[in-house]
């Protein structure tokens, strides 16, 4: 009987951790000898708001079972984003997924989520507050999910570039003094 009362409390310490979001919702009929059993897909997003997200369908005869189901897995299948300030992405970005195509592009603080359907979804869950995106090709909503979850794992932060090139963070990013005078270098001589 106590590890009910476990499984119970841990359940209820997650439910505020995540957020989710219903995406879209699709019902599907099966044609069979008495006539068409209707049921239902759910897509669903889940993220904690501090750059972790994931997402995840489920179908069921009914719509709360099909959402439970879609929850479930976007929980097992999160995915961690760097972010930068905690509010935009480091570095533009490009994400693909069958037809779908998204272009993403980091923005000032106060531009907010300029984003379309399912990727807004996306934005908003993750925690990003300021990004320009554009989906290119395919509306399904759940091709531009994945072509956004694709592009998001190909962004990298200046601390895992320089983990990787074995240099340190300032190695790699330029300094303010630099990058002003690099820009007024290139007006004298034009």
């Not at 879209?24 to 239902?40: E, L, P």
């Amino acid at each position: 009987m106590a590890r009910d009362d476990n499984r119970g409390r841990r359940d209820r310490d997650e439910a505020p951790e995540f957020a989710d979001r219903l995406v879209a919702i699709n019902r599907v009929s099966k044609t069979v000898k008495g006539g068409k059993r209707f049921g239902f897909a759910a897509l669903v997003v889940v993220g904690d708001q501090k750059g972790r997200v994931g997402f995840g369908k489920g179908k069921a005869k009914e719509v709360p079972e099909a959402i439970r189901k879609a929850t479930e897995q976007a929980k097992r299948q999160m995915i961690r984003v760097p972010l930068k300030e905690g509010r935009t992405l480091h570095h533009d970005i490009e994400g693909r997924h069958g037809a779908g195509k998204v272009v993403m592009r980091t923005a000032p603080q106060g531009t907010g989520i300029i984003a379309g359907g399912p990727m807004r979804a996306v934005f908003e869950m993750l925690g990003i507050q300021d990004v320009v995106a554009k989906s290119i090709g395919s509306q399904n909503p759940y091709n531009m999910i994945r072509a956004t979850l694709d592009g998001l794992t190909k962004e990298s932060s200046p601390r895992q570039v320089a983990q990787r090139r074995g240099k340190k963070v300032a190695d790699i990013l330029p300094s303010r003094d630099e990058a002003p005078a690099a820009s007024s270098q290139v007006a004298e001589e034009a």
